[in-house]
């Protein structure tokens, strides 16, 4: 059954897991002193590995107490509380504490979950009584640009990507792919994908990296990988969902940046004109900088809140404007442009709108700086934050739509499972044809599909959790449509508990995903809450595994 594994290192682990593994089929605490004779193991397992954390050197340090924080994302859901808290200052200590659990061995429970800004919206960052590795402290390493015909940047997989916008921008270069938001770090986003309106042009920003230092979870070895290096832990890095090693640096690809941006929305009653004109978009030549758009249900409010700070085209009609209660859909645009070329830009923007067919009286537009643009949910976040309306929970469901089913989702879902807005909801196609296709994201089948985003905000009422409740069941209902169709929708940033659901997340990557764990984190480590491998039972699928191949 050994012999199966490739190298001999391999070998060596696997026999030792599986040997562990045959050893404990008898309760965990039975076998234990018929059995072993190391001596971390003769104490109560949990006690005894937090304690022997104290044991370790480190350049920064840990934290035994007061680690609440830890236990808290943006989803405001899920509280699992750790161990401990490393704030590390060095790459070094982060591969000594991976170390130390991976040396530990299976006796320990102990796992190691990397927390970038704690953005995730399902204790993703969390590690229930692990230990929690607080990435941003080591942002304050220096950030290098290096120019030249690629050029990029070297940055701590700590660093928030605004910081990496105003450094480079000193250079004249950003960044070519966003988040909507910009307060997420680099290991947090290379971790899942890294979305937004720039993806249809260059692909998400895991198809902007160049290289990776990344720490993985056998031994806590330090390994630099990119395309042509270690390629294998590249790609199974690059959407890994933090599965196989922690990213402690990235290089980032650069392009010149512009200084202003053209910001454009405009409003359509049909969901097929509205999506013909996105797509018409995404394959044209000569195109915008930006582009998404976004669903409004019921919700005047919500319009003329955006309004005021867009000025209409045509005022007078604009004013007149009335959606009569009915569904809307928003594409809005961005064109990048230097103050220098304002002209040619305009020109550009005036032939792209040209060839689109919204509602004439609603072109609204507005001109920022390019920094404004990409940083503008910090603008609401900031208004939310005086109404006390961020710390809210955020059941959030994020999902990419094949192209195929897209009209027939509108359909069923705008309106009729989703009456009402309970927060943007975000709707935009790509075409992943021009996206790298051996990274670890997992997207549907068909060459376009969309990314559809309910990002809903569960406001605590008087009554409780009920608007919790009420969002999490349409979500459930969506999700229900979605898995009753043949065409495959994929889940974004998904959440899944049992085995199955993965496997089928998954899909023919799954066989990879299994080995590749095997191969950079056999003890099953890194990242246990996003709970597709368990310390233990990732154990007893990776025996499966083994004997099954
Ligand atoms: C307001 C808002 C807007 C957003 N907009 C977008 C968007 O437009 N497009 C998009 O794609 N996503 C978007 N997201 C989702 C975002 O990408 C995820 O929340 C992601 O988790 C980033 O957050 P974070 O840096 O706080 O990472 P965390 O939530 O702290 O971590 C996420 C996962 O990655 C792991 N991880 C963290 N750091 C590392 C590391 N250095 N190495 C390896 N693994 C690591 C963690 O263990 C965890 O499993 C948005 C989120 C918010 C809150
Ligand atoms: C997607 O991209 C491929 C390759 O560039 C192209 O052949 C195809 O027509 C595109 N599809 C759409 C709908 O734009
Ligand atoms: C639209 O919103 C109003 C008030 O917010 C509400 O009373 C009404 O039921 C909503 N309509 C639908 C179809 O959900
Ligand atoms: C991945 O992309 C390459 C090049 O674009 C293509 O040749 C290959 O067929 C694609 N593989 C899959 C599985 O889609």
New binding site residues.
């Given amino acids: 059954m050994c012999s199966l594994s490739k190298s001999k290192s391999n070998k060596h682990v696997l026999c030792r897991i599986i040997l562990v593994l045959l050893l404990s089929c008898t309760p965990y605490s039975t076998n234990l002193s018929s059995c072993c004779s190391s001596s971390n193991i003769l104490l109560s397992p949990s006690v005894s590995a937090a304690f022997s954390l104290r044991t370790l050197t480190l350049d920064g340090y840990l934290e035994f107490e007061d680690l609440g924080n830890a236990a808290k994302d943006f989803g405001g859901r899920y509280h699992f509380l750790p161990s401990a808290v490393l704030h590390p200052e060095s790459v070094a200590d982060v591969s000594a504490m991976i170390k130390h659990v991976f040396e530990l061995g299976t006796f320990s429970e102990l796992t190691v979950a990397a927390r970038g800004h704690g953005h995730s919206l399902q204790g993703q960052a969390q590690a229930h009584k692990g230990v929690v590795i607080q990435m941003e402290s080591m942002k304050s390493h220096e950030m290098r640009v290096h120019m030249g015909k690629d050029p990029s940047v070297d940055v701590s997989g700590g660093e928030l990507w605004i910081n990496i916008l105003h450094e480079t921008l000193k250079h004249g270069l950003a960044p070519k792919s966003w988040t909507d938001y910009l307060h997420l770090t680099v290991g947090g986003t290379l971790s899942n994908a890294g979305i937004s309106g720039q993806a249809f042009l260059h692909g998400p920003q895991i198809d902007n990296v160049q290289e990776l230092e990344v720490v993985t979870g056998r031994k806590g070895d330090i390994i630099t990988c990119s395309e042509k290096q270690n390629s294998d832990l590249f790609y199974g890095v690059l959407g890994g969902l933090g599965q196989y090693g922690i990213i402690t640096r990235a290089r980032i690809s650069l392009v010149p940046s512009a200084e202003r941006v053209k910001w454009i929305r405009m409003l359509y009653h049909e969901f097929s004109t509205f999506s013909m004109d996105q ?1 018409h978009l ?2 044209s030549k000569e195109t915008f900088d930006y582009m998404e758009g976004f669903v409004v249900i019921n919700r005047t409010g919500l319009l003329n809140n955006w309004r005021s700070s867009f000025s209409p085209k045509d005022p007078v009609r604009a004013s007149q404007f009335n959606s009569d209660g009915k569904i809307l859909y928003c594409l809005e645009v961005a064109k990048y442009f230097d103050r220098n070329e304002y002209h040619v830009a305009e020109q550009s923007i005036e032939k792209s709108l040209s060839e689109l067919n919204f509602i004439p009286s609603t072109l609204f537009q507005t001109e920022v700086s390019l920094v404004e643009f990409l940083d503008r949910v910090h603008t609401s976040e900031t208004k939310l934050k005086e109404k006390g309306l961020w710390d809210v929970p955020h059941p959030w469901l994020n999902l990419l739509v094949p ?1 195929s089913l897209i009209s027939h989702f509108a359909e069923q879902v705008f309106g009729n499972i989703i009456g009402d807005n309970n927060g943007p909801i975000l709707i935009y196609p790509v ?1 992943q ?2 996206w790298n296709n051996k990274t670890s994201l997992v997207t549907p089948e068909e ?2 599909f969309y990314l559809v985003a309910f990002l809903s905000s569960a406001v605590p009422s008087a009554s409780g959790n009920e608007r919790l409740e009420h969002i999490l069941a349409q979500n459930q209902r969506v999700i229900d449509f979605c898995s009753r169709t043949t065409t495959g929708c994929k889940q974004y940033l998904p959440r899944y508990s049992a085995r199955e659901e993965w496997q089928s997340h998954f899909g023919p990557k799954w066989e990879v995903v299994t080995r590749r764990k095997l191969e950079y984190d056999p003890l099953a480590i890194l990242a246990p809450g996003q709970r597709i491998f368990q310390k233990s039972s990732g154990i007893v699928s990776t025996k499966a595994q083994v004997q099954a191949t």
Avoid: Q, Y
């Fill in positions: 797509e995404m394959s192209k075409n044809s021009k060459d376009v």
